[in-house]
């Protein structure tokens, strides 16, 4: 494949955060069909709204754990079905567990059936607590197999063991995305993570809640950097795992500042307990991306925390804002 002109392409989880932006981008690069599985369980159908006008995009309900039937060819699937926020896998852990394991293999399935090209989202998550830092592909990493996170983490090394065992075993045509912390528009504003809940919090006048001292890091990554990423990996006959993200670091206590300077403001900090497991540090070396693909991000954090907090200001309404509750992460409107 050389573009994404005239392909047809599976997107499993496509109603999701990552899933609909990737939607979006292939119906803009020319994708002759663009069908979308999901079963809903943490995407929304109305992040599709936008490029459902366009046509050429087909919308089903279906939970990929299940057999799934697409009629006619397909060029490529690119899986991007999970729960990926830790309070999201920690509500969810069988369906987790269950999406990673059956869901892909089904997913590989699918790919064999049709000759097609398999792109697995993979995660940071899968070198766990790391003890090399910053990330290189090579690292194996470090996960607790039982611990709160290990329902994700494990399902998506599961993912990356059986991606590699159907191209090794059935010649399939594999790609390995290991995604870090992406952010931007369509990220549900309830899902917990650091980004819709400080996002939130500026805009509701809130103080953020910072987990732990805020001195773990993070690395954000603008959506749209992500989907150019996944796209020119699934070009490529890159088989081997490749790291996308953005490899600025910071603590999430900069991360907060970050957010109250995008906004113009912004309450002050509370500290509450680190969730257990919680990854001290993580960056990725993009490295192996830059090399083999010719990618790196170009959205700046600042550019990209404003476009983010433009798609939030018309979810989030100040006056329906819901008193602080203590223990809760964070709370609002979805949107
Ligand atoms: N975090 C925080 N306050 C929040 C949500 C998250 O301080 O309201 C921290 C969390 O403990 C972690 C980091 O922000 O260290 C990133 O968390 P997130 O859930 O976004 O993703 P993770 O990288 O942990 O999967």
Redesign the pocket.
């Known amino acids: 494949m050389n573009d994404m002109k005239g392909k047809r392409v599976v997107v499993l989880g496509g109603a999701g955060f990552l899933g609909s932006h990737l939607c979006e981008r292939l119906l803009r690069d020319g994708a002759a069909e663009v069908i979308s599985l999901d079963n809903l369980i943490t995407g929304d159908e109305r992040n599709l709204a936008d490029v459902a006008a366009v046509g050429r995009l087909l919308v089903v309900r279906h939970d990929i754990t299940e057999p799934m039937r697409v009629d006619g060819p397909v060029d490529c699937v690119f899986n991007l079905a999970s729960p990926a926020?830790?309070?999201d896998y920690a509500q969810l852990p069988i369906e987790t567990l269950r999406v990673g394991s059956l869901g892909t293999e089904n997913g590989l399935r699918l790919a064999r059936e049709k000759g097609a090209v398999f792109v697995q989202a993979s995660t940071?998550?899968i070198y766990g607590d790391p003890l090399v830092h910053p990330q290189r592909e090579d690292y194996w990493g470090h996960v607790n197999p039982i611990g709160p996170?290990s329902v994700y983490d494990e399902a998506k090394r599961y993912g990356e063991a059986i991606t590699a065992a159907y191209a090794r075993t059935y010649g399939v045509r594999t790609r390995l995305a290991r995604i870090f912390?992406t952010y931007g528009p369509k990220m549900r504003l309830e899902d917990?993570?650091?980004?819709p809940?400080?996002v939130g919090?500026a805009l509701r006048g809130e103080d953020?809640?910072?987990?732990?001292d805020?001195t773990?890091t993070?690395s954000f990554c603008y959506a749209r950097d992500l989907i150019d990423g996944l796209v020119r990996l699934a070009l490529s006959d890159v088989t081997e795992p490749v790291n996308l993200g953005n490899p600025r670091e910071m603590t999430?206590l900069e991360?907060a500042e970050a957010v109250r300077k995008a906004h113009g403001g912004g309450g002050r900090i509370v500290f509450?307990p680190?969730?257990k497991d919680?990854?001290k540090q993580?960056r990725p070396d993009i490295t192996r991306a830059r090399t083999l693909l010719g990618w790196e991000p170009k959205v700046s954090l600042e550019e990209g925390l404003v476009e983010t907090l433009a798609y939030f200001r018309k979810v989030v309404s100040p006056r329906a804002a819901p008193h602080p509750q203590p223990g809760k992460?964070?709370v609002g409107a979805s949107p």
Do not use: W
């Open positions: 926020s830790p309070i940071s998550e996170r912390n917990g993570r650091v980004v809940a400080f919090q953020f809640t910072v987990f732990g805020g773990q993070r999430i991360f509450m680190l969730p919680d990854p993580r992460t964070s």
